[in-house]
């Protein structure tokens, strides 16, 4: 039989919400404060951020007119982000990071990088596009962040509907954040949707021996397989998706798989 696909829960396929994406990682990571005094500020601020966002907030907005800067405006970032105000954290971060680049501190990238990712989780991917884009001009991200900052310019590539160029910035990502079981999820996914089903089946082993335990992993296995033809791994794929993550999006995208092997009604 023909089996039927759905979408995983990630923005291969239209803009990201929070709930989409199986790793949030805007501003979880914030950028490394510059002045001892600042970093421990910061520190205290994200301690703050744990308990009482909103408290938090007012503290950042007491240090910002202290004269802050963009440490401060970072604070206020994560904090909008612990509400999941993703448009105010966005432009908290995009604020940081014109503060930093008036100061001539290369932490403007890692600023850019995390609007970025706060506007596709606001779902404007046009946004986070040009966020990403600075992030990446400007040249000073390494290692993870670097990876992480080209798989989500190539989500928001996905959503522009240039699948070409988001293959480009997977494959790069994957040599500075193969570790991610994220990057090799979003590049399984990518394969599938581009037709190249061995690329797909390859790089969704990867993400299962990351990540087993991730429901959207799970999700996009049962795709691929069904692709493939695979019934008996889709079913398989599809109904550990739903046991991992009971009365989530991604539970309900793999049920509704499941639901065409019910036997039809009289």
């Not at 509400?83 to 503060?99: P, V, Y």
């Not at 798989?151 to 928001?156: F, G, T």
């Not at 954040?177 to 090799?184: E, I, V, Y």
Request: aromatic letters at 4%.
């Amino acid at each position: 039989m023909i089996l039927m696909l759905l979408a995983p829960a990630l923005l291969l396929s239209q803009a990201a919400s929070p709930a989409a994406k199986p790793a949030a990682r805007p501003a979880a990571k914030p950028a490394a404060a510059g002045p001892a005094d600042d970093a421990t500020r910061l520190q205290r601020c994200i301690a703050t951020i744990a308990t009482d966002p909103v408290a938090a907030r007012a503290e950042a907005g007491r240090w910002r007119m202290a004269g802050g800067g963009a440490a401060a405006r970072d604070c206020g970032g994560l904090a909008f982000a612990a509400e999941k105000n993703w448009a105010a954290a966005a432009a908290e971060f995009e604020s940081a990071a014109r503060d930093a680049q008036l100061a001539h501190d290369d932490r403007a990238a890692t600023y850019w990088a995390q609007g970025g990712n706060a506007w596709l989780a606001a779902g404007d991917a046009t946004k986070a596009r040009t966020a990403l884009d600075s992030a990446l001009t400007a040249g000073t991200l390494t290692g993870l962040q670097l990876g992480e900052a080209r798989l989500d310019h190539a989500r928001a590539l996905v959503a522009a509907d240039d699948l070409a160029s988001a293959r480009t910035d997977i494959d790069l990502a994957l040599t500075t954040a193969g570790d991610d079981p994220l990057a090799w999820l979003l590049s399984a996914t990518l394969a599938r949707r581009m037709g190249n089903l061995p690329r797909a089946r390859g790089d969704i082993a990867e993400a299962l021996k990351r990540s087993p335990d991730d429901a959207s992993v799970q999700l996009e296995a049962g795709n691929i397989a069904a692709r493939d033809g695979d019934e008996t791994r889709a079913r398989a794929a599809w109904a550990e998706a739903a046991r991992l993550a009971p009365d989530t999006p991604t539970a309900r995208n793999a049920i509704a798989a499941l639901r065409q092997f019910d036997p039809p009604k009289p």
